[in-house]
């Protein structure tokens, strides 16, 4: 009898323990963060703010007087995002239309994504279905159901970003649609093509792009 006690009272603990972790899991990735919305009229609201997916339409912000903002996406011109205990990681989100990666002629809908690098001339965007901060402070973009994440690029002066590459495909594609989008600096091209640069480096592609050589 004392046995059986002393086993139930293992097991109710390490549910417990378990429930606990679980629970501090998914609360991590639940919560509200800190946000500041600023909108294309100019105006700038800080407070906490849902994260949104990629097809998120309408977000909420609460203000620090308890003042709740229901904004339509379209009106947001930039969403910054971090986590309450690591105020020095900041992550931008915007919501923007974008050039489809198998057929560059057409533009979809607008969809949330995040910015992953910028240089002097082009920006480079991470875009999936679910945006979260965990506790660490640096944004996850994550898929569902084994989905792929898209990657686009944006070069300055333009508003519709380009389709580089999707994680389901070949880092040959994005070689070849970095260099269709990018022809405009042929030195950068020539680096892509004789594989001196790697087309999944991002940061040296935003780097070395110049139209203006």
């Given at each position: 009898?004392?046995k059986s006690?002393l086993l139930?009272?293992?097991?109710?603990t390490?549910?417990?323990?378990?429930g606990?972790?679980i629970?501090?899991?998914?609360?991590d990735i639940?919560d509200?963060?800190?946000g500041?919305?600023?909108?294309?009229d100019g105006?700038v609201?800080t407070?906490?703010v849902?994260m949104?997916?990629?097809n998120?339409?309408?977000?909420?912000?609460?203000?620090?007087d308890?003042?709740?903002?229901?904004l339509?996406?379209?009106?947001?011109?930039?969403?910054?995002?971090w986590?309450k205990?690591?105020?020095?990681?900041?992550?931008?989100?915007?919501?923007?239309?974008?050039?489809?990666?198998t057929?560059?002629?057409?533009?979809r809908?607008?969809l949330w994504?995040?910015?992953?690098?910028?240089?002097?001339?082009l920006?480079?965007?991470?875009?999936s279905?679910n945006?979260?901060?965990p506790?660490?402070g640096?944004?996850?973009?994550?898929?569902?159901k084994g989905?792929d994440?898209?990657?686009?690029?944006?070069?300055k002066?333009?508003?519709?970003?380009?389709g580089?590459?999707?994680?389901?495909?070949?880092?040959?594609d994005?070689?070849?649609?970095?260099q269709e989008?990018?022809?405009?600096?042929?030195?950068?091209?020539?680096?892509?093509?004789?594989a001196?640069?790697?087309p999944?480096?991002?940061?040296t592609?935003?780097?070395e792009?110049?139209p203006n050589r």
């Open positions: 009898m004392k006690t139930l009272f293992a097991l109710v390490v549910f417990m323990f378990s606990c972790e629970y501090s899991i998914v609360k639940t509200k963060e800190e500041r919305i600023t909108t294309t105006k609201l407070g906490r849902e949104p997916n990629a998120t339409k309408k977000l909420t912000i609460v203000t620090a308890k003042q709740k903002t229901v339509n996406c379209e009106n947001i011109k930039e969403l910054v995002v986590k205990t690591h105020t020095d990681i900041k992550h931008v989100l915007q919501y923007l239309p974008s050039h489809k990666l057929n560059p002629k057409k533009v809908k607008p994504m995040a910015l992953l690098t910028s240089g002097p001339y920006k480079i965007y991470g875009c279905f945006y979260s901060i506790s660490n640096v944004l996850k973009i994550t898929s569902v989905g994440i898209m990657y686009f690029a944006l070069k002066g333009e508003t519709v970003p380009y580089i590459f999707n994680t389901g495909h070949s880092k040959r994005a070689k070849e649609r970095f989008y990018l022809s405009d600096d042929p030195v950068l091209c020539k680096k892509l093509k004789d001196e640069i790697n999944l480096e991002y940061e592609i935003a780097q792009y110049n």
